[in-house]
């Protein structure tokens, strides 16, 4: 029994901005928050102090971050700043958060779980509680997760030994540091142990594993595994059949060396799908934006993976307007994406990103054309994204249900492979037709796909 009961336990709120990489930094505190005998509140006003896990990466998320501080501030009083946000300085050399927040408690950088926790035993001490601290690490490799069940992002390193010049993480998060292969591995099978149906991989540069290690040999399953994505791959690949769980890669360049990962694919052993953030298609954009494998023939990269494995799907992300972008230069990236067929196309208008190299470039273009060209970029993008849609009506899709209301007889939600979480299309399932047939969260249904309509299909379980 726990001598601590569940109302004396001081309660922590806790806010987490950003992309999937601070979404893992959020899940390590509040796993180790929880394994030390907090808990957590749902308001602010409820809790005994705030953790704000910013993220500083465009200009709207900064003032997303510092106007979450300023109202845990208010409602609170009692805030601790963490994440990519809290590493930015101000131009006078003074941490930015301090400078606009004062009163905050204090402020680390990201990946820095324990001065998180250091500033929390400062300020809220630790409940003492035999029984937890005798259970070290309570919790499984797994620890706690903030995404569904049946999904989970797996962080493989951190940090990125690029300099591309419209980015700052490097400078905020440090050049790559890869995790021991045998500690990812463990924790993807905790993960699998736990429920997960889809695991995702992330990182800055996932291509880029194990560069940093030499590839050292590390062991999983008291068999060698060398640190490297193709290796990686493989051994989640045949650790994700035994729990008949998909596996997804997120953030690869077009290296060469995908190329092995692609078949791969073909075989089945990971998903047929690759978040490659191509940026643009012109080489001397790509070397202004000073971008990793700028030397690389990106088409016919894609043109080779798509002979290794037909039902590859692609995603990317682009930036058009970059500072000096002629017309013909930005001609060549849509001509890019007709010749591509990028599935699923992400694009921003180019923006200074305060602290980036990208700023003092020549060229800077006019806002109004910026905005004009990722308008006529999304245009081709769609028009491609729906035709390759269309191309799926009549197939028989294997669907992971995100959502399934009273065992889905009014329908549900689910994804295929094509599909990742939150940043792709959805699949609409119809309410099944059999009586028998049930739809559940986290478990697939194989549907037939009946109509592809704006990112989205509609179809039939069967
Ligand atoms: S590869 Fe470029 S954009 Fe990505 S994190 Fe590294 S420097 Fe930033």
Known sequence: MSS??????????????????????????????????YRTAKTFEGADLVIVNTCGFI?????????????????????????????????????LVQQIHPSVLAVTGPHATQEVMDAVHAHLPK????????????????????????????????????????CIIPSMRGDLV???????????????????????????????????????????????????????VQALGDLAAQYKAWVRLHYVYPYPSVDAVVELMAEGKVLPYLDVPFQHSHPDVLKRMKR??????????????????????????FIAGFP????????????????AQIDRAGCFAYSDVQGAAANALPGMLPQELREERRARFMAVAER?????????????MQVLVDHAPALGRKGGRG????????????????????????????????????????????????
């Open 4 to 37: 601590i009961s569940a109302a004396s336990a001081p309660k922590i709120g806790f806010v987490s901005l950003g992309c999937p990489k601070a979404l893992t930094d959020s899940e390590l505190i509040l796993t180790q928050l929880s394994a030390e005998g």
């Open 59 to 95: 200009d709207d998320a900064v003032k997303e971050s510092l106007d979450t501080i300023g109202e845990a501030l208010a409602a609170n009083g009692k805030v601790i700043v963490t994440g990519c946000l809290g590493a930015r300085q101000a131009g006078d050399g003074e941490n």
């Open 127 to 166: 409940p003492h509680d035999p029984f937890l601290d005798l259970v070290p690490g309570g919790f499984g490799e797994a620890g706690l997760k903030l995404t569904p069940k049946h999904y989970a992002y797996l962080k493989i390193s951190e940090g990125c030994n690029h300099r591309c010049t419209f």
């Open 178 to 232: 890869s995790r021991p292969v045998g500690d990812v591995l463990r924790e993807a099978q905790a993960l699998f142990e736990g429920g997960v149906k889809e695991l995702l991989i992330i990182s800055q540069d996932t291509s880029a594993y194990g560069v940093d290690l030499k590839y050292r040999t590390g062991f999983w399953d008291g068999k060698p595994v060398k640190t490297r994505l193709l290796d990686l």
């Open 292 to 317: 990793p494998a700028d030397g690389e023939k990106n088409l016919e990269r894609i043109q080779r993976w798509r002979e290794l494995c037909p039902e590859l799907v692609l995603r990317s992300t």
């Open 324 to 339: 000096g972008e002629t017309e013909q230069e930005f001609q060549h990236l849509l001509d890019f994406m007709e010749q």
């Open 384 to 396: 491609i994204s729906s035709q390759r849609l269309q191309r799926r009506v009549g197939d028989v």
């Open 415 to 462: 994804r295929s492979y094509a599909d990742a979480p939150e940043i792709d299309g959805i699949v609409h399932l119809l309410p099944p037709q059999k009586v028998s047939k049930t739809l559940k969260v986290g478990e697939f249904t194989k549907a037939k796909i009946v109509q592809a309509q704006g990112h989205d299909l509609i179809a039939q379980p069967i």
